[in-house]
């Protein structure tokens, strides 16, 4: 059993900044990519942000240059600095971990809401 506990949401005034957490606990032989997801009320689940096993990153043109995910592997956990914030970033951010333990599987982590006020 795998869980996937996020942390660092809440309430930002535009142009603040937030870093939200992810930690993957359980039985976990490896991890490979994580990832950060967001979904704004009434839309399509949408990727933010990734990392692969190797580092290499991937970001969303919407937040390139304000995002930047990063982990680290001996505490598997996947990280979301997020400067400049927007109105338009508010949103629930979901983490998916790519975890192999035994067989390969992604978990989404519980969810949290960032706000981001005008």
């Known amino acids: 059993q795998v869980q996937l506990v996020e942390t660092g949401g809440g309430l930002v005034q535009a142009g603040g900044s937030l870093r939200l957490s992810c930690a993957a606990s359980?039985?976990?032989?490896?991890?490979?990519?994580m990832a950060w997801f967001r979904q704004c009320t009434g839309k399509q689940r949408e990727l933010v942000a990734s990392?692969?096993?190797?580092?290499?990153?991937n970001y969303a043109d919407s937040v390139k240059g304000r995002f930047t995910i990063s982990r680290d592997n001996a505490k598997n956990t996947v990280y979301l600095r997020m400067n400049s914030l927007k109105p338009e970033d508010t949103a629930v951010y979901y983490c998916?971990?790519?975890?192999?333990?035994?067989?390969?599987?992604?978990?989404w982590g519980q969810g949290t809401q960032v706000t981001v006020s005008s």
């Open positions: 990392i692969t096993g190797g580092g290499t990153t």
């Open positions: 359980g039985s976990i032989f490896s991890i490979s990519a």
């Open positions: 998916n971990v790519g975890v192999l333990a035994p067989l390969y599987r992604a978990y």
